[in-house]
């Protein structure tokens, strides 16, 4: 288990006793074998994951996802019922960096050994500009899975810790992984092919709060500011940090001002009134949108994004 660069030590005790745990509770998880209808009990936090780890553990795996679909794990709140479903489980999966803040209570509370996989284990945080940064102890950026060349770690993360916990399933987790893995490697050239349409001037994004660093670090994009100037959506902007970025956008003539689902539009609308910049909602950051949306799977949600994306700034 590595620590990621830019944090310090004691936000990570958590993910070294996931580690622990991690290997305790391989020697306790129920194995599934060929047909066996009680396959093995997988909880991911995001709804992004819980589709990741279907992909990865196939039908060897039952899976489902903590947060409901639209939650933003950055200020969730868990209830007793959360608590009973992460000790009734076998393995958990999460993202890590920073992203789920209340793990460390709900594993608390669960109690128990159980199998913890923390999916961007291994990956670097981007630095977060400064004057971004947000919550205090808080300075690095958890959103790896916006770039879907970084989630070939997550998918090798789940795969290695599946394997760990059933054994006998080792060989389809890979096979699995591997099929999975040129979806993303598609995704990449798909999303790649379609953020080069947009004009050279105009591959600026202004957001609700600091998420699409990553794909924008991966897709030539430059993220000229943000309402919220931090990683995390709990935080507030004040009356100065709004001035700056409208003078960001002047200056830029950034065209848009994109939110995420869910996300409340008053402080977009302001910016709009004083910066004469297009509001576009509905972008799915933190969790993929319905199926009838063409979202409603990670690959979904990262096509419709770009989709959307790219329509605003050409």
């Known amino acids: 288990m590595h620590e990621l660069s830019g944090r310090p030590a004691a936000r990570w005790a958590w993910a070294l006793a996931a580690f622990v745990l991690l290997l305790a509770g ?15 009990d997988v909880l991911a936090v995001e709804v992004f994951l819980a589709d990741i780890a ?7 795996i039952r899976v489902a996802a903590l947060l409901p679909e639209g939650a933003d794990p950055h200020g969730y709140e868990p209830t007793p ?15 890590g960096g920073g992203l789920e803040g209340f793990l460390e209570r709900l594993l608390a509370g669960a109690g128990g050994q159980k199998a913890v996989i923390v999916a961007s284990d291994g990956l670097q945080s981007r630095t977060v500009e400064q004057g971004h940064e947000g919550d205090p102890g808080h300075t690095g950026d958890p959103h790896f899975w916006l770039d879907p060349n970084l989630v070939l770690t997550y998918v090798e993360n789940i ?8 054994p006998d399933g080792s060989a389809d987790y890979a096979v699995n992984a591997q099929a999975y893995g ?3 490697t598609a995704l990449d050239a798909w999303i ?4 080069q349409t947009i004009p050279e001037a105009r591959r600026l994004l202004v ?45 830029t003539g950034a065209p848009a001002v994109f939110l995420e689902s869910g996300s409340n539009p008053r402080l977009a609308d302001q910016l709009s009134s004083e910066a004469g910049i297009l509001v576009v909602p509905g972008l799915y950051t933190h969790s993929p949108g319905s199926a009838g949306a063409g979202a409603g799977s990670y690959i979904g949600m990262m096509r419709a994004n ?9």
Do not use: F, W
């Not at 060929?34 to 093995?40: H, T, V, Y």
């Not at 019922?81 to 993202?95: K, Y």
């Not at 770009?306 to 050409?314: D, K, P, S």
């Open 306 to 314: 770009t989709l959307t994306i790219v329509e605003a700034l050409q």
């Open 26 to 40: 391989c020697a306790h998880a129920r194995a599934p074998g060929p047909g066996d209808a009680g396959r093995l």
């Open 159 to 166: 795969r290695a810790g599946l394997s760990a916990v059933d």
């Open 192 to 195: 790649r092919d379609r953020v």
């Open 81 to 95: 019922s959360d608590v009973r479903r992460v000790a009734d489980c076998q393995v958990l999966i999460v993202n």
């Open 207 to 251: 957001t609700n709060h600091e998420s699409l660093g990553y794909y924008a670090d991966r897709y030539g994009l430059r993220v000229v500011g943000t309402i919220i100037p931090s990683v995390s959506s709990g935080a507030s902007p004040s009356a100065q940090q709004m001035v700056e970025l409208v003078e960001k956008i002047r200056a």
């Open 182 to 184: 040129a979806e993303l």
């Open 54 to 60: 279907s992909n990865v553990g196939g039908d060897r």
